[in-house]
Structure formats: C-alpha cells, structure tokens
C-alpha cells in the first residue's frame, strides 16, 4: 500500500471551504418553488371546493383565504410561480447549449432571482 498522509486532508468540503455556487443555489430554489406551488394550489382547491360545498363552509374558506396567512401563501405563490417560470426559460436555453460558461450562466441566474421579484411585485400592481 502507498504510504500516503491522509491526516491533513480534508475527507469532503466542508461548510467553511465549500462556497455554493448562485447556479445550485437558483437550481435549489426552482425544486422547492415547484413543490411550495402544491401548497397554494391545494388552497385555492379548498376554496372552490368550499364555494361548492355551502356558505357557511365557504365563509370559513374565504376568511382564510383572504385573511393575513392566505395572502402571504397566494403572494409567495404568486412568486414561486413567475420563479419556476423564468427558472424554467432559463433551462430551455440551457438546452439549446446556450450559455453554459460560468458567466453567461450567473447572469442568468441574477435575472431570474430579479426577474421574478419585479414581476410579481408588477402583477401585483397590476392586479
């Protein structure tokens, strides 16, 4: 067996030396966009089922959702949907093989991250 030091390397990166990258960081955030979308579509789906349901169920429904704690789920909803999108757009050029060095594609992500909150903050606006 090769005599080799092994006692002043590091096994892995750990938390001190590793530095995330903002491409697996925006890669991160699109899979947990996509799953917390799950959580404001199964309100608006409590809602309407609600709204089917009768009035005194839908009076309790409608308090939620238009209460403090529905309306943080429906704006963050509201972000994690323009988010996944713009997300989304960016791994379709990534497809084509298009701005896949380094620079190009942390620009990209900046433009998502930035991309997504003046969107939302504009279709909130607007809506």
């Not at 750990?14 to 947990?32: C, G, V």
């Not at 529905?70 to 713009?86: D, I, Q």
């Not at 084509?96 to 620079?103: E, F, M, S, T, Y």
Request: hydrophobic share 55%; net charge neutral.
């Amino acid at each position: 067996m090769a005599d080799v030091n092994r006692g002043n390397r590091p096994l892995s990166p750990h938390l001190q030396i590793y530095r995330p990258q903002l491409t697996s960081m925006t890669s991160i955030l699109t899979r947990i966009t996509g799953n917390a979308l799950i959580v404001g579509m199964l309100l608006c789906v409590w809602w309407l089922l609600a709204a089917a349901t009768g009035p005194d169920y839908f009076a309790v429904a409608d308090a939620v959702v238009n209460g403090w704690f529905g309306n943080l789920v429906m704006f963050l909803s509201l972000w994690a949907l323009w988010y996944h999108t713009l997300a989304g757009v960016r791994h379709l050029i990534w497809d084509q093989a298009v701005g896949l060095d380094l620079d190009t594609a942390e620009k990209l992500g900046y433009a998502v991250i930035g991309g997504s909150v003046i969107l939302t903050i504009l279709t909130v606006f607007i809506i």
